[in-house]
């Protein structure tokens, strides 16, 4: 059974950054395309990131320069580097194959 358990979220003041996790289970994240998905209270969710099979990363421009992905595969985790949040990006977000999700992590601003 695959899991995904998102980790990190937590109160946050516009300005500051924030490192999210995403611990897999029952797959293997360098096998995947994986993505980071953001969503705001009342709003669709948006893409803000992707690492590929290769290990290339996209981004959103809306966070470009200031998000970064990685992974470490010796622990089948996944991270989001976020630097400099606005307070719009509050919220829940979500590592996802596109297939398989998890729960989220709540990111809420604390001003």
């Known amino acids: 059974q695959v899991q995904f358990v998102e980790s990190g979220g937590g109160l946050v003041q516009p300005g500051v950054s924030l490192r999210l996790s995403c611990a897999a289970s029952?797959?293997?994240?360098?096998?995947?395309?994986v993505v980071w998905y953001g969503r705001a209270p009342g709003k669709e969710r948006e893409l803000f990131a992707t690492?590929?099979?290769?290990?290339?990363?996209h981004f959103s421009d809306s966070v470009k320069g200031r998000f970064t992905v990685s992974r470490d595969i010796a622990k089948n985790t996944l991270y989001l580097q976020m630097n400099n949040l606005k307070p719009e990006e509050t919220g829940v977000y979500y590592c996802s194959t596109q297939v398989d999700w998890g729960q989220g992590t709540q990111v809420t601003d604390s001003s």
């Open positions: 690492i590929t099979i290769n290990g290339s990363t």
């Open positions: 029952g797959i293997i994240f360098s096998n995947h395309d």
